[in-house]
């Protein structure tokens, strides 16, 4: 563990305050680009804010801040070596787009011109993901001028994208192609957030996800219901058939190997899930749900956090207007998602629904399959030495126990860790309330400066405690 001493700490706090009336003000100045990369009529603007995000990391003192090109929208990378051949090289992963806003969709102001009002500020990006991108910039700042270092105590990247509030189509290819650039020994995502402003958490993992769907054919056309239902296949039907028979009686996947290669949770991660201060009746309400239900055997957390699904996202066929039409359609489409946990492997997955889907149609029921690619799950186990040096930094910054989360949700962090091959740690501030991708969204200013102390103790606290991890 870091026996840094507690007036470096000090020395870190003093630093931010110094400097947090121009941070804010240069927060500002970047939350009024509109860089919403779904608009095209915003792609300069999306350049903008990379040329912008370039420039003030040059300012800050990195030696390389490059826009990298794509067939889409820029991604900026720095890097500043720490001078150390023995140090831990970590590459912080962000973006700069954000998503569409507009006064009218509810906002009380305009959403690209920030307000700071009561502790808070106000602005389209101010916490995904802009503000969690630069909080790093002052936090390296602070780790110079508490430890008198002159370069960062890792080897320090970053890669900031510029589509990832469009689906990061080019990001992929961009970090293979640059994996050479890219090499590091650590990856951390800026673009998440905690359990709560009085709770403290990191997350130590993500699910991945892979959907398709699935095309079924009966008769050349629509037939008579009365001449032949009953006596020929009907694609409706064996869609809902097929929706019926994803789930047993318990809410486990029936596609055979599914479950191949999942990491079970340990006794110690239910437990630490367990602590959390979880309000089921709370999260109904945010699901717009009247009920909890899934697997047997698992709480409302584990499910959604750490064990994989299977969902029907749309079922269609035959005759939707108004009254009826008795018929036997020709078509009909069943559109299904999974998500993965660590262990699993998308491809065989794939696989395994395309041969349960062949097995269970009858002859008769042609039928196509369109997957629509997949992103890996990805976590690192809690007794990683990187994740212990990013809990050990959020504690000092917080002054208090950080606890454990992982994520739902896919995105892109199983990219680098395809290409790159190493582990992937999370360190955001933001919290449920702020709003990602609604109107209002804010970022509370106190815990803006806690990520920026945290980003100043981890640096040293990973040089310190690496050891070959």
């Known amino acids: 563990m870091s ?9 870190v706090r003093a630093h931010i305050q110094d400097r947090r009336a121009a941070f804010l003000d240069d927060l500002v100045e970047w939350l009024r680009i509109p860089s919403v990369s779904a608009d095209p009529e915003h792609a300069d603007d999306v350049r903008r804010s990379a040329a912008w995000l370039a420039d003030k990391l040059k300012a800050t003192g990195f030696p390389v801040a490059e826009i990298w090109e794509t067939p889409g929208h820029p991604a900026v990378f720095a890097e500043w070596p720490s001078g150390d051949p023995d140090a831990p090289t970590v590459l912080v992963y962000g973006h700069h787009d954000v998503q569409p806003a507009a006064r009218d969709d509810g906002w009380h102001t305009d959403p690209f011109e920030p307000v700071e009002h009561d502790g808070r500020l106000y602005a389209r990006g101010a916490a995904d993901d802009k503000g969690q991108v630069f909080f790093h910039t002052l936090g390296v700042s602070a780790h110079l001028a508490a430890t008198g270092r002159t370069a960062p105590a890792v080897n320090l990247k970053l890669l900031i994208e510029g589509e990832e509030e469009s689906g990061s189509p080019h990001f992929p290819d961009l970090v293979h192609r640059q994996a ?3 090499a590091c020994d650590a990856v951390i995502v800026s673009d998440t957030g905690m359990w709560s402003a009085d709770t403290p958490t990191v997350c130590t993992g993500m699910r991945g996800l892979t959907d398709c769907q699935i095309d079924l054919h009966g008769p050349d056309q629509d037939i008579h219901s009365g001449s032949f239902g009953g006596a020929v296949p009907n694609p409706a039907t064996e869609a809902a058939r097929l929706a019926a028979a994803l789930h047993d009686d318990e809410r ?17 991660e239910r437990a630490l899930f367990a602590e959390l201060p979880f309000d089921e009746t709370a999260w109904l309400h945010t699901a717009h749900s009247h009920a909890a239900l899934g697997e047997h055997g698992y709480t409302t957390l584990e499910r959604v956090w750490a064990r994989p699904t299977a969902e029907v996202n749309g079922i269609s066929g035959g005759y939707q207007g108004p009254g009826g039409k008795t018929i036997v359609p020709s078509t009909a489409q069943l559109k299904l998602s999974f998500r993965l946990v660590a262990g699993q492997d998308a491809d065989a997955v794939q696989q395994s629904v395309r041969d349960w889907v062949a097995q269970r149609l009858p002859h008769g029921i042609r039928h196509d399959i369109t997957f629509w690619g997949a992103t890996r799950p990805c976590l690192t186990p809690l007794g990683h030495p990187a994740l212990q040096s990013l809990a050990r930094a959020m504690e000092r910054a917080f002054g208090q126990t950080v606890r454990f989360t992982r994520e739902g949700g896919s995105g892109p962090a199983a990219d680098l860790q395809d290409a790159l091959d190493v ?19 804010k970022v509370e200013l106190d815990l803006l400066e806690k990520g920026v102390e945290t980003a100043a103790h981890l640096w040293g606290d990973l040089a310190e405690n690496w050891h070959g991890a």
């Open 423 to 441: 582990p992937v740690l999370f360190l955001g501030i933001s919290i449920p309330s702020d709003g990602w991708h609604a109107p209002n969204e």
């Open 252 to 268: 486990r996947v029936t596609v055979p190997g599914f479950y191949d290669g999942v990491i079970e949770l340990t006794e110690r």
């Open 180 to 182: 050479e650039r890219l």
């Open 3 to 11: 026996t840094i001493p507690a007036a470096q700490d000090s020395a």
